[in-house]
């Protein structure tokens, strides 16, 4: 009999904390712990497939935020989760 396939490799689970990503109107904020941040910039944007040895379908934004941290969030089929915060 031949070897059972192997399922699709995915990235491992994410640890980091879920932010959201809100529209309102003309404006795109990112709410963090009930706290809304409105995100004036983008500064990046990159999938880990170019650089994770797994297929994975993660992709990692940098943004500023209109208090002027740079957030860099993670985007994946479960949703946005917080990375990394520069003040």
Known sequence: LPPPSSPR??????????????RRGERVYLVNAGRWDELVAVHGCWRAE??????TTRTYWRMRTRSGQVCTLSHDIKGWRLVEVLD
């Open 9 to 22: 490799p995915v990235a491992p689970p994410d640890p980091r904390p879920r932010v959201q990503i809100e």
């Open 50 to 55: 170019e650089w994770w040895p797994e297929v």
